[in-house]
Nanobody, 115 residues
Framework: QVQLVESGGGLVQPGGSLRLSCAPSGSILSINTMSWYRQPPGKERELVASITTGGSKKYADSVRGRFTISRDSAKNTVYLQMTSLKPEDTAVYYC?????????WGQGTQVTVSS
């Protein structure tokens, strides 16, 4: 069973930056879209950013201009560069990969923005 392995979360002060990474533990064929979601405390999971195989990107309004999603197609790795972080960005961040034959989720990585 292929798993998504996330890294890069942690504690950062407001205004700081973090870079999240997500890579599969094995091969995933026919990937369509790679995305980052987040779930703030006591709230539902929400889409943060996504990127298609063709390179099209989408962002939540709350992060547009501050976060950048990118991917390394050769490694099937997706990144989320987060800058100008705010306390309201505090959440568990999840990686998602949608492929022709299924959808995969990471275990989540905690991002805490606090002084």
């Amino acid at each position: 069973q292929v798993q998504l392995v996330e890294s890069g979360g942690g504690l950062v002060q407001p205004g700081g930056s973090l870079r999240l990474s997500c890579a599969p533990s094995g091969s995933i064929l026919s990937i369509n879209t790679m995305s980052w979601y987040r779930q703030p405390p006591g709230k539902e999971r929400e889409l943060v950013a996504s990127i298609t195989t063709g390179g099209s990107k989408k962002y939540a309004d709350s992060v547009r201009g501050r976060f950048t999603i990118s991917r390394d197609s050769a490694k099937n790795t997706v990144y989320l560069q987060m800058t100008s972080l705010k306390p309201e960005d505090t959440a568990v961040y999840y990686c998602n990969v949608r492929a022709q034959y299924g959808s995969y989720w990471g275990q989540g990585t905690q991002v805490t923005v606090s002084s």
